[in-house]
């Protein structure tokens, strides 16, 4: 099975302090994405990442940055926290398949839950 | 732009009764769509998927059916489980769209008591 390792599940830190939420997929996946999810919102878009140091903005990238050094290593940037970023963090990747990419499948990681004080 | 909204929760049902948690989306051309379920303390898994209308995803007992002309894909089981207390997330991507364009619903939580 495919796997996708968020290495905090848990993390919480001050305003102001630069936050580093790591993924890590371990199936040669192209495509690797950083939500957000709300209560009542859903899962927003933070951002994409179609291969190694390529990245595009999602809905709501204010306040974060990426990095993509390697193809199976995402990481998100919090560079200063503040408590409106409270949230829990999803990361996921998936396979490029071509023609019908619209139904690309999504694997996810098991959320890191981030609180700002 | 493309729009998902699921009815809003939470659902609360006994064991062995029936579930519907309602999906429509506005998109243009044929989009593919999905139910993504999330269970306590873990992340979003595929539930099931259709990729064309009137094709119907199945899987553990659930069912959902691309309609075309409802603009629906509405979830059901016939008989629910505690097991299946979670929350799920209804979700559509355009057919030949970047895997970034995948829009999801607000999610409907789900608890099912014994």
């Known amino acids: 099975d495919v796997k996708v390792t968020q290495s905090s599940r848990y993390l919480v830190k001050r305003t102001g302090e630069k936050v580093f939420l790591e993924c890590v997929q371990d199936?040669?996946?192209?495509?690797m994405f950083w939500y957000r999810q709300d209560p009542g919102l859903g899962l927003r878009l933070i951002y994409f990442?179609?291969?190694?140091?390529?990245?595009e903005k999602g809905d709501i990238p204010e306040g974060y940055s990426v990095s993509r050094e390697k193809k199976e290593r995402f990481s998100l940037i919090l560079e200063s926290a503040s408590t409106n970023q409270t949230s829990m963090y999803l990361c996921?990747?998936?396979?490029?398949?071509?023609?019908?990419?619209?139904?690309?499948?999504?694997?996810f990681g098991a959320g890191s839950r981030l609180t700002v004080l | 732009g493309d729009s998902v909204t699921q009815m809003e929760g939470p659902v609360t049902l006994s064991e062995e009764a029936f579930l519907t948690i309602n999906c429509t989306y506005t998109?243009?051309?044929?989009?593919?769509l999905f139910w993504y379920v999330q269970y306590p303390g873990e992340g979003l898994q595929l539930l099931l998927k259709?990729?064309?209308?009137?094709d119907k995803g199945s899987n553990k007992g659930f069912e959902a059916t691309y309609r075309k002309e409802t603009t629906s894909f509405h979830l059901e089981k016939g008989s629910v489980q505690v097991s299946d207390s979670a929350v799920y997330f209804c979700?559509?991507?355009?057919?030949?769209?970047?895997?970034?364009?995948?829009?999801f619903g607000s999610g409907t939580q789900l608890t099912v008591l014994p």
């Open positions: 996921a990747s998936s396979f490029v398949t071509g023609a019908h990419s619209g139904a690309n499948v999504l694997t």
């Open positions: 199936m040669d996946h192209e495509n």
């Open positions: 990442s179609y291969d190694v140091k390529m990245k």
């Open positions: 998109a243009t051309g044929y989009p593919s």
């Open positions: 259709a990729t064309k209308a009137d």
């Open positions: 979700a559509l991507n355009p057919r030949s769209g970047s895997a970034r364009q995948l829009t």
